[in-house]
Nanobody, 119 residues
Framework: QVQLVESGGGLVQPGGSLRLSCAAS????????MGWYRQAPGKERESVAV???????NYSESAKGRFTISRDNARNLVYLEVYNLKPEDTAVYYC?????????????WGQGTQVTVSS
């Protein structure tokens, strides 16, 4: 069984920063891409950033310049650092990973971590 567990969310003032973490655990043979998505109230879930196993990162247009994704392959971790937070960044942030187990590759999701940007 595979689990993704996010941490690091919370209440942040506009202009602040934070770092989200996501740890993958379980019977993992390997991890392909890892990424972060977010869902604001009343909106659909959207991609924020994705990083390949080789470290190549891709960002949504709204994330470019203020978000940095990185991963630690040895520990099955992925991070999202966010700078100069804005109220419109308020959302539940979800970790996603394409993970290989004995059953092959499948997509897995974390439970989400709330980020609220407010003064």
């Amino acid at each position: 069984q595979v689990q993704l567990v996010e941490s690091g969310g919370g209440l942040v003032q506009p202009g602040g920063s934070l770092r989200l973490s996501c740890a993958a655990s379980g019977s993992i043979f390997g991890i392909n891409r890892m990424g972060w998505y977010r869902q604001a109230p009343g909106k659909e879930r959207e991609s924020v950033a994705v990083v390949t196993s080789g470290g190549t990162a891709n960002y949504s247009e709204s994330a470019k310049g203020r978000f940095t994704i990185s991963r630690d392959n040895a520990r099955n971790l992925v991070y999202l650092e966010v700078y100069n937070l804005k109220p419109e960044d308020t959302a539940v942030y979800y970790c996603n990973a394409r993970i290989a187990t004995m059953r092959g590759f499948n997509d897995y999701w974390g439970q989400g971590t709330q980020v609220t940007v407010s003064s």
